[in-house]
């Protein structure tokens, strides 16, 4: 499965960004499908996923951030609002079939996206 992410941009504090996950087929319906992002000289860090129907976030996005999947597109949205500096990173995206105690960790998703940068300007 291939993986492409976009929607990345330039942001003032307090805008939106819609990102998107796209696959090249759709035996991607079946994988849970997580956001992970990375800041510079830091770890990639989980930000949401969607897997079997629910939706998992970090408490750091938690009200501010939405995924949702739409299954005819082969496709994976990150709806983020209330944007930070803080959020400040290079998006990834991740397909894989973690069990729910592994979704946060990066090892679990067998597929990546190439990354989308997110800035926002403080």
């Known amino acids: 499965v291939q993986l492409q992410a976009s929607g990345g941009g330039l942001v003032q504090t307090g805008g939106s960004l819609r990102l998107s996950c796209a696959a090249s087929e759709g035996t991607f319906n079946s994988y849970t499908v997580a956001w992970f992002r990375q800041a510079p000289g830091e770890e990639r860090e989980f930000v949401g996923t969607?897997?079997?129907?629910?939706?998992y976030y970090d408490d750091s996005v938690k009200g501010r951030f939405t995924i949702s999947r739409d299954n005819a597109k082969n496709t994976v949205n990150l709806q983020m609002n209330s944007l930070e500096p803080e959020d400040t990173a290079v998006y990834f995206c991740g397909a894989g079939r973690p069990i729910i105690g592994m979704i946060r960790r990066p090892t679990a998703y067998y597929y990546w996206g190439q990354g989308t940068q997110v800035t926002v300007s403080s």
């Open positions: 969607v897997a079997r129907g629910h939706t």
